[in-house]
């Protein structure tokens, strides 16, 4: 059978075996000289701990960028409706072109489809020319502006059908009070210059 002496905080088991009260030799302990032994045993550890916090550290930089490289996988394969900046440019210089091409057709409609000039630039073609115009005005309000706004893709994610419309449409009307028709040519040219 072993027997376990439990020693108070305030104990000491000299090098015999003894046990002391520690006020009794703390005086000595503090007195010694440190050994050459014991100061290259402490700079051997110090060592040895920093190489470990090295492995710690480059195992931590590698957990992190397999969480990143997760989380970017996880992202990708569940994107919702976005657009790149290119993209987002190249649109915006698409978008100063239909209004130009929307305030053309709509001076058209305001009777320049009727004007005498009209009639003598396209006789014999003037019904065709007008039916196409309206036609390709037709086309960029109800499919080019749609599109650039992404409207099916935000439809296709769960947006609701008609809050969807009601944007695009409001944002047809914004964009064509602050860039559309001839009193706005220079506004148009300046925005298109922006996107370039």
Known sequence: MTVHEVLPNDSYVDDKGDI?????VA????????????IAQGMMNLEQWRKEQEVVKQGEAELRKQREAILMQTALENTGVYV????HRKNQQRLADIVGDVSMYRGGEKGGYKSTDFRNRYEPHTADVERGARQNHRKLVNHDIPEIYQAKALK???FDEHDVEDDVNRMRVELMQKYGGPENKKARAMWRKQNQ
């Open 84 to 87: 790149t900046l290119e993209d």
């Open 156 to 158: 296709a994610a769960g």
């Open 20 to 24: 002391l009260p520690f006020a009794d």
């Open 27 to 38: 005086s000595d302990l503090n007195s010694h000289p440190v050994s050459s032994v014991s």
